[in-house]
């Protein structure tokens, strides 16, 4: 079983910075994508960022030149630092693995969702 555990949410008022972390764990053999979602109170859940194993990333529109998306593959860790927050982007922010196999059956291929960190920013 494959487990996704984020940290560094929390409250910031508008204009700072936070980091965000997601630690995936297990037998991994390998991920495909990871990611970053986020879904405010009333709303659907909806892509931030993702990156696949070759570094390639992904934004959506509203945050592009704020946030920046990394990946360790070495620690299968994503990054997601984001600046010049605002309160719009309060909302809880899932980590996602996209494309996972694991050693013990690296012919079948999950997606796993991390429990999700809530971010707040105040105006």
């Known amino acids: 079983q494959v487990q996704l555990v984020e940290s560094g949410g929390g409250l910031v008022q508008a204009g700072g910075s936070l980091r965000l972390s997601c630690a995936a764990s297990g037998s991994i053999f390998s991920i495909n994508a990871m990611g970053w979602y986020r879904q405010a109170p009333g709303k659907q859940r909806d892509l931030v960022a993702v990156?696949?194993?070759?570094?390639?990333?992904n934004y959506v529109d509203s945050v592009k030149g704020r946030f920046t998306i990394s990946r360790d593959n070495a620690k299968n860790t994503v990054y997601l630092q984001m600046n010049s927050l605002t309160p719009e982007d309060t909302a809880v922010y899932y980590c996602?693995?996209?494309?996972?196999?694991?050693?013990?059956?690296?012919?079948?291929?999950?997606?796993?969702w991390g429990k999700g960190i809530q971010v707040n920013v105040s105006s």
């Open positions: 990156i696949n194993s070759g570094g390639t990333t």
């Open positions: 996602a693995a996209r494309g996972v196999r694991t050693v013990v059956r690296p012919d079948v291929i999950s997606d796993y």
